[in-house]
């Protein structure tokens, strides 16, 4: 990890969903609902067409912070709010979601970052903020 000053920003991720990774996910969750599979069924529902996961975003999102720190142990409070959906197209090109964070507080031997996730022109995550030990 590097030093954890206020305004440091962490290396961005940019990670891509297509619709075999919400199969995979779908397997290991056990979260089978259909609009995470069926255009018609996520069309049904007034989305724009299937959507990822709001854990696996979620998961993904805090990869930022994880890739960052020496021991993924250190990460003691994370927590997001979901405002928009990430819509995967049935296509080779999925769904690239772009995250950034950036340093907001160190006190107490705690670093609190702030997570920014952009899928599109979209702001998919609002609030999100991982709380990481430092020295």
Known sequence: MK??????ELP???VTLRREDLVRYAGASGDFNPIH???RMAGALGLPGVI????LTMASAVRVVTDW???PADLVEYGVRFTKPVVVPDDD????VTFSARVDKVADGRAEIDITAVAGEEKVLGRARAVVRVQ
């Open 52 to 55: 990822a996961h709001g854990m």
């Open 93 to 96: 090109k999925g769904a690239s």
């Open 37 to 39: 599979w069926s255009d």
């Open 12 to 14: 961005p991720l940019t």
């Open 69 to 71: 720190i020496d021991d």
């Open 3 to 8: 030093p954890a000053a206020v305004g440091n």
